[in-house]
């Protein structure tokens, strides 16, 4: 079994910056991709980021330039710099990996419990 298990949400105001983190554990073979999607009252989980086990990245055009994804591979960690937060940005933040239990076996995707982030105008 694997566990992520995420930190860094609060209430901030629009303008300031958060850090989240997320750092998976258990059963791990290799992570093929970490990210961060988020959830709105009344909306669809969506996309923020996510980085590959190589370091290439992928962005939602709302966060690209004030959000930086950022991942450790000896640590299993995965972080998202927010800066320049927006009241849009209000969402739960749910950390996600996709990984392997064993070498060549087949893809699992997890996902944390999630941690509220609220900017006031």
């Known amino acids: 079994q694997v566990q992520l298990v995420e930190s860094g949400g609060g209430l901030v105001q629009a303008g300031e910056s958060l850090r989240l983190s997320c750092a998976a554990s258990?059963?791990?073979?290799?992570?093929?991709?970490m990210g961060w999607y988020r959830q709105a009252p009344g909306k669809k989980r969506e996309l923020v980021a996510v980085?590959?086990?190589?370091?290439?990245?992928n962005y939602a055009d709302s966060v690209k330039g004030r959000f930086t994804i950022s991942r450790d591979n000896a640590k299993n960690t995965v972080s998202l710099q927010m800066n320049s937060l927006k009241p849009e940005d209000t969402a739960v933040y749910y950390c996600?990996?996709?990984?392997?239990?064993?070498?060549?076996?087949?893809?699992?995707?997890?996902w944390g419990q999630g941690t509220q982030v609220t900017v006031s105008s």
């Open positions: 996600n990996a996709v990984l392997e239990h064993w070498a060549g076996g087949p893809m699992y995707n997890y």
């Open positions: 980085i590959a086990s190589g370091g290439s990245t």
């Open positions: 258990g059963s791990i073979f290799s992570i093929n991709s």
